[in-house]
């Protein structure tokens, strides 16, 4: 039997805070969310064995806790801030403040069974930026052109300026990612046999490598749920509802759409699959997410494989 003692840190992480809880019997302490002050408090914690800290993800807020962490080789995990929240009502706390969520990832902690999240490599870390990025242009850009149709012609030069400036901006970040890849032989290799399956195209692959660097690390239905395409059971009685998906990695769900899209049409094994599963009465888009969890499922066989691990 595993006996070891483990230091759970949790950690509430806001824009220029964080509230700090070491151990059930103490208060939370606010601190700023900066490099300088997480190293003052590991000079105070470090006589503690085994440290563990959690925290959520807050949309990026968390990444100078979490690079720290990495950096320092503390064990760290991220997990979904709506797992916490779920767990804070089923304990009956409606309230929401910095320190009661602190006192929630703690005894959240406590109760589950927490993964450690992985430190990314270097090159991924970088894809993963410069991703985020190109998500940011390619919505500017759609947003720009929408305006195009709704505006006066006094406006529109400005609006095709600006258009062009964004297509620059992601030409010169898709170029980056491209060598980024390039200077990597695991991501290379991983990124051949991700574009090897018809339907999977070279933004899907990175969008795989960036936000999915567990695939062919876990079983199957860890990576369908992962994905956010798992199909949960909501039947109560004699009454049977519809599965649903959710959940999961958004950004990863819609490139498998538009993925499942173009397979079902040139993919002739996902092809088959979707005209069978609507001949046989399914709706055209629960084909599609059964399309989608095939292809997550062949993209995590052929990884692993390989043996090809992308973080």
């Not at 914690?45 to 993800?57: D, G, R, T, V, Y």
């Amino acid at each position: 039997m595993d006996t070891q003692v483990v230091s759970i840190i949790a950690v509430d992480v806001s824009k220029d805070t964080l509230e700090v809880l070491i151990g059930p019997n103490s208060q939370a302490v606010s601190m700023s969310n900066c490099s300088e002050a997480l190293r003052r408090l590991l000079k105070k914690i470090k006589a503690l064995p085994n440290l563990h800290f959690i925290c959520e993800a807050t949309g990026g807020y968390e990444r100078t806790l979490v690079n720290f962490l990495h950096e320092n080789r503390i064990t760290v995990s991220i997990v979904s801030p709506s797992r916490v929240r779920d767990f804070a009502r089923s304990e009956g706390v409606k309230a929401k403040t910095d320190p009661i969520d602190a006192k929630m990832l703690l005894r959240f902690a406590q109760e589950k069974e927490l993964r450690p999240t992985t430190p990314p490599t270097p090159q991924r870390q970088e894809i993963l930026a410069r991703m985020d990025r190109r998500s940011h242009l390619a919505e500017q850009l759609k947003r720009e052109k929408t305006r195009l149709k709704n505006s006066p012609s006094a406006i529109h030069s400005s609006i095709r300026q600006m258009c062009d400036f964004i297509k620059l901006q992601l030409k010169e970040i898709e170029a980056q990612i491209k060598e980024l890849i390039r200077s990597d032989q695991n991501l290379t290799f991983a990124y051949k046999v991700l574009t090897a399956v018809t339907g999977i195209g070279q933004v899907s692959a990175w969008t795989i490598i960036a936000y999915m660097p567990e695939l062919g690390q876990l079983t199957r239905n860890e990576v369908v749920a992962l994905a956010g395409l798992a199909p949960y059971n909501q039947d109560s009685g004699k009454t049977q509802k519809p599965r649903r998906i959710f959940g999961g990695r958004a950004k990863v769900r819609k490139c498998l759409y538009l993925a499942a899209l173009t397979a079902s049409t040139h993919n002739s094994v996902i092809k088959t699959y979707v005209e069978g599963l609507k001949k046989r009465g399914k709706h055209h888009k629960s084909a599609l997410t059964a399309a989608m969890r095939k292809l997550i499922i062949h993209c995590h066989y052929l990884l692993k494989k390989h043996e090809i691990v992308i973080a």
